[in-house]
């Protein structure tokens, strides 16, 4: 008998999940039986997404009871189960190796952050999904698939919002091992970043810029560089923040990764430390992607309707994120800049000023993140999609009974 528990909610309480039960299974047998007798069923992970994307309307699946297992072979590292970014770097990095990148906090799922296109910073550097060379999905008949780039649903697979089947296992490509220096500046300019964004976001690893739109004592550029300070920042006039470091008008500061020293590749590319509550906590997030090359039109729109959305937000950060070729991602065929919002924890306020950000920058064509909170309707986003048919068909084929779609998936994708 499989071990059941409670669905609960997101990891910030934003979003409490419709199904009541979340099916633990022991191992693959017992995986396989529990979809072959599902009617609906979605993975749950580590929770960390602001929307109704891992719900569904029955029953939900954790993978947390399984076995996991990290193998490097060569250059890839194979992930099997639930293992997060925090549990997987440390184990490459002993073998001499890293990941080309990583997001804000290493609490997150392998699995899950790939399934939802989840992504750093830093203009050559493709989102988390872009390493991935091979998943092993199980089908809603209990058969395991393993995808890899010659099979053709490969572009669809590795980055699925869960929409193929279940996701066993993960194979990364990895890189030999690297060390970062970070820093957070104060004092550069908004018309500075905005009048050159390739000098900014160009100008080391990975860059990212924290704003409030509106008040320069928030503005924050934080830096990830393979050899110390970048010259444009002090030729911009930034200056080292101390160890008292702010993200707008996030409350926590004592969660962040060690800045001004070299280290390791995973202990300074997130943000957040794994041993600490990343962001705010308390808290909603949305973010939109535009082409790069529209970044300082982009930009200018979002700020001329600012005092619309003021009074929830948290803080920006701005990022970039590498074009890839994979379907549904949100830097399919284009580099993007990413524009990320940190609500305040009020879904009728935010999902009240979001249609205000969707408009100004629909003539961007903006995606949104698939794991944070959006109300752009399911034709607006399909629209921005060129690959979208393509995805649904491969869907379709992959799980022809319909078990791994949910309310998310036919709003904004129509399957
Ligand atoms: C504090 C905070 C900071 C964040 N920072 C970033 C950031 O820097 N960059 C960024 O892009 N995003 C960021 N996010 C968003 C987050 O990384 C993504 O939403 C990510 O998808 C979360 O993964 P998860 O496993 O926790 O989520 P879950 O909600 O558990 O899963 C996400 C999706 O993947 C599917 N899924 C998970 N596992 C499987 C599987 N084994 N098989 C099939 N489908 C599966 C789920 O069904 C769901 O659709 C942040 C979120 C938080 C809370």
Do not use: C
């Not at 580590?46 to 399984?66: G, I, K, P, Q, Y």
């Not at 997030?285 to 959305?309: C, G, K």
């Not at 794991?371 to 399911?378: D, E, I, L, R």
């Amino acid at each position: 008998m499989t071990e059941t528990r409670p669905a609960g909610a997101t990891w910030s309480g934003n979003h409490r999940y419709r199904a009541t039960e979340v099916l633990l299974p022991a191992d693959l047998d017992e995986l396989a039986e529990v979809v072959a007798s599902a009617r609906t069923l979605r993975v749950q992970a580590t929770r960390h997404t602001f929307n109704d994307v891992a719900d569904s309307d029955a029953a939900l699946l954790s993978l947390e009871r399984m076995p996991t297992r990290v193998q490097m072979t060569g250059d890839r590292v194979r992930v099997e189960g639930l293992v997060t970014f925090a549990q997987l770097a440390p184990v490459i990095e002993a073998e001499g190796r890293a990941l080309h990148n990583l997001g804000s906090l290493p609490h997150i799922s392998v699995a899950g952050a790939t399934a939802t296109g989840t992504h750093g910073s830093g203009i050559h550097n493709g989102n988390l999904s872009s390493a991935v060379r091979a998943v092993e999905i199980m089908d809603a008949e209990g058969r395991t698939h393993r995808i890899d780039r010659t099979h053709a649903w490969f572009p669809a697979a590795a980055l699925s919002i869960g929409a193929l089947g279940v996701v066993t296992a993960v194979e990364l490509q990895t890189e030999p091992t690297y060390r970062v220096t970070q820093q957070a500046y104060t004092g550069v300019a908004w018309d500075d970043i905005v009048a050159d964004p390739k000098r900014v976001f160009g100008g080391a690893r990975s860059v990212s810029v924290f704003t409030t739109w509106g008040d320069p004592a928030h503005d924050l550029v934080w830096a990830k560089s393979d050899d110390g300070a970048p010259d444009w920042v002090g030729e911009l006039g930034g200056r080292p923040v101390g160890d008292d470091i702010h993200l707008g008008r996030i409350r926590t500061v004592d969660n962040t990764t060690p800045r001004g020293t070299a280290g390791p590749w995973h202990t300074r590319l997130p943000h957040f430390r794994a041993d600490a509550l990343p962001s705010d906590g308390d808290e909603i997030q949305s973010e939109y992607f535009v082409p790069f090359s529209s970044a300082r039109e982009a930009l200018a729109a979002v700020r001329a309707i600012a005092p619309a959305f003021d009074a929830h937000l948290l803080v920006t950060e701005l990022r970039t994120v590498a074009a890839d070729e994979l379907w549904l991602s949100p830097a399919y065929q284009r580099d993007v800049l990413a524009i990320h919002f940190t609500w305040r924890n009020d879904t009728a306020g935010v999902l009240g000023v979001l249609p205000r950000i969707e408009a100004a920058l629909a003539p961007f064509d903006a995606r949104p993140h698939w794991g944070k909170a959006f109300t752009m309707p399911g034709e607006t986003v399909r629209a921005t999609l060129p690959r979208a048919d393509d995805f649904l068909a491969t869907a379709r084929e992959a799980d022809p009974r319909g078990v791994f779609r949910n309310d998310f998936l036919r709003r904004t994708l129509d399957l």
